[in-house]
DNA sequence: AAAAGCCCCTGGATGC
DNA sequence: TGCATCCAGGGGCTTT
């Protein structure tokens, strides 16, 4: 589910709340992708500093350590006062001074990971290869180009695997392919520099579109105060298979490319 | 080295 | 109502 848009706006929800809270009690539920890789017990009394993100991955700087959290496809966060019971499909809570967060994952797809900085292993497995930051002025027109050539398979592809650019996830590659005019088919490395240049507009544009809308709510995800995303309502061609094309009516395309939907338009995205 | 498949897991929608 | 099938926001791992 939560994609760059999504994790970001949930990151901005809480990380103020919990900053400063001295972590109390750590609760595990049935298990997530991956083991915790401490003993919940062993995080007591450690304070939560800040909250950052790096791509799809939430970093909690412990004033000794960090949590590195990841919500998959159907995990979202909470963040209350009080610890309510969990659910069937709450399987990490977080109880803090100053509140409890509590991650809510059915597919447990999701991760909370514990390591003892970040060129800890299991950080590093993590965030070693991840690609740029799309919202950064670091993400170098140049560098993106580099980072395409050579690269025969297809472009969105390439987008969804991260190793580029981070938090481009299956809406936003297909919305921000359409934006820029580019099938999803193209191998990226034979895009023109103008294109990848027309490419990296495009997902910066999308992704902060996104995060001003609250991110995309398909099914459930909401941020960690409850709040839903309505861009899922602004979406030019992601699950509008046979709907017009709003720039030119041509019928919306459904295509599979590595298990995933891929949507676009046959006469607006050239090949 | 890069690309393509395969999984992990639950639940909702659809069809018979 | 029940059951089978397919699909869903991700991404690490194994195999080609």
């Given at each position: ?63 000794k ?31 803090t ?45 140049a560098?993106f ?105 041509a ?15 046959p ?5």
């Open positions: 589910m939560p994609e760059l848009p999504e994790v970001e706006v949930t990151r901005l929800s809480f990380a103020s709340r919990i900053a400063g809270g001295r972590i109390e009690s750590v609760r595990l539920g049935k298990p997530l992708r991956w083991p915790l890789g401490c003993e919940p017990d062993h995080l007591r009394g450690r304070v939560v500093q800040q909250v950052r993100r790096r791509g799809k991955y939430l970093l909690l700087d412990l004033d350590g960090l949590l590195l959290l990841h919500l998959g496809m159907s995990g979202s966060l909470s963040f209350r006062r009080k610890q309510p019971l969990p659910g069937r499909h709450d399987h990490f809570d977080l109880a001074s100053r509140g409890v967060l509590r991650l809510h994952d059915p597919r447990r797809f999701g991760a909370a990971v514990y390591a003892r900085d970040e060129g800890d292993a299991p950080a590093q497995k993590l965030l070693a290869k991840l690609g740029m930051e799309p919202l950064l002025d670091s993400f170098d027109l560098r180009c580099q980072l395409l050539k050579g690269r025969t398979a297809a472009i969105k592809q390439v987008l969804l695997a991260g190793d580029a650019v981070v938090g481009v996830g299956n809406i936003y590659a297909s919305e921000a392919l359409f934006l820029a005019g580019i099938r999803p088919t193209v191998p990226a490395t034979r895009l023109s520099r103008v294109r990848v240049a027309r490419l990296r507009e495009a997902i910066r544009s999308v992704l902060g579109q996104a995060l001003a809308c609250g991110g995309s709510t398909l099914r459930d995800f909401s941020d960690a105060s409850g709040q839903r995303g309505c861009f899922q309502l602004e979406t030019k061609v992601y699950d509008r298979a046979g709907e017009a094309c709003l720039s030119c009516g019928a919306i395309k459904l295509m599979r490319q590595g298990q995933r939907s891929s949507y676009y338009c006469v607006c995205q050239r090949p």
